[in-house]
């Protein structure tokens, strides 16, 4: 089985930084798309940002050019940095890998548990 953890949530302050991360640990042969994703209170979960593990990256509007998503293969860990913080950011963030396991040819779609994040003074 693979897990995902992530870490870093909390009360920010508007105009404030975070720095999730999230690993993955288990029976894993190779990760592909690593992302984040976030449920703001009473909306649908919707999608922060993505990186491949060619390194290409894609970001929602909503965070483009003030947010970073990076990845270290080695450590089978996602992070992702967020700047100028706005209410709007808070949401329960999610991360999400694509894995594929040792001894499998096909790949499987992880979630990590969610992590509270929420920007107020």
């Known amino acids: 089985q693979v897990q995902l953890v992530e870490s870093g949530g909390g009360l920010v302050q508007p105009g404030g930084s975070l720095r999730l991360s999230c690993a993955a640990s288990?029976?894993?042969?190779?990760?592909?798309?690593m992302g984040w994703y976030r449920q703001p209170p009473g909306k649908q979960r919707e999608l922060v940002a993505t990186?491949?593990?060619?390194?290409?990256?894609n970001y929602a509007d909503s965070v483009k050019g003030r947010s970073t998503i990076s990845r270290d293969n080695a450590k089978n860990t996602v992070y992702l940095q967020i700047d100028s913080l706005k209410a709007e950011d808070t949401a329960v963030y999610y991360c999400n890998m694509i894995v594929q396991k040792r001894g499998y040819i096909n790949t499987e779609n992880y979630w990590g548990q969610g992590t509270q994040v929420t920007v107020s003074s």
């Open positions: 990186i491949t593990n060619g390194g290409n990256t």
């Open positions: 288990g029976n894993i042969f190779r990760i592909y798309t």
